[in-house]
């Protein structure tokens, strides 16, 4: 059963434009949202977080978007740049002792083409 | 060192032989995790350690994978007997803050695994 999905394994886009990666999950006791980005051959990188509470969150060029009624929440990247290119790691967790213990989607690899 | 140190970045081993994986997190994170990554998947959680406190070890997949903290710092991953599902690469992170729910887990480079 994955609690955590991204239906896109991959996503192409031209540089200055919007990046949008969407994920979806499945368990109400998620209440923090965690966005990853990974290079090859490097171990992935934190990006941005929302807590359950709220329904956006914006750090310069990344903005998360969290629909809990949805039980949805995306990613925009404005503008694109080639450097963003790398694989999208959407995950969660349900609190408790450690919020260390995410719960991964499967990734969605993110070309932006010059 | 400045980040989460793992060795080997690659492992190479025939179906049947025990392995060891090393991770040495970032100095002063009191909690480490690891995580494993197979083909096509996202991150799957293996096991958890906080200071003193018996581990988390809810995610490991079967009794062939132990792990264990030296010290409060270096952690070895063993997987015993190994199968060809058991390759995958396997990252270990740590942090500092594991009880606070915008803490980041900082993320080693992973070790390659390959049973052949």
């Known amino acids: 059963d994955q609690q955590v999905k991204q239906n896109s394994p991959s996503l192409s886009v031209q540089e200055g434009r919007i990046s949008i990666l969407n994920c979806d999950y499945t368990n109400s006791m998620f209440d923090y949202f965690l966005w990853y980005k990974k290079y090859p051959a490097e171990g992935p990188t934190f990006l941005i977080s929302?807590?359950?509470?709220?329904d956006k969150n914006e750090d310069g060029r990344f903005t998360v978007f969290l629909n809990k009624s949805a039980k949805h929440l995306s990613l925009h990247i404005v503008p694109s740049q080639p450097g963003d290119s790398a694989v999208y790691f959407c995950a969660a967790n349900a609190g408790g002792t450690s919020y260390g213990k995410l719960t991964f989607g499967q990734g969605t690899i993110l070309t932006v083409h010059p | 060192g400045a980040g989460v140190s793992q060795s080997p970045s690659n492992k190479v081993t025939e179906k049947g032989k025990d392995v060891e994986l090393r991770c040495d997190p970032i100095?002063?994170?009191?909690?480490l995790y690891w995580y494993r990554q197979s083909l096509g998947q996202g991150l799957e959680f293996l096991i958890y350690f906080q200071g003193n406190s018996a581990p988390d070890k809810s995610g490991l997949p079967s009794d062939r994978f132990s792990a264990e903290r030296t010290g409060g710092s270096v952690s070895t991953l063993t997987i015993q007997r190994t199968q060809q599902e058991d390759s995958a690469v396997y990252l270990c992170?740590?942090?500092?803050?594991?009880?606070?729910?915008?803490?980041?887990?900082?993320f080693g480079s992973g070790t390659q695994l390959s049973v052949l």
């Open positions: 100095s002063g994170h009191t909690a």
């Open positions: 992170a740590s942090t500092a803050r594991p009880g606070e729910a915008n803490e980041k887990l900082f």
């Open positions: 929302i807590s359950s509470i709220k």
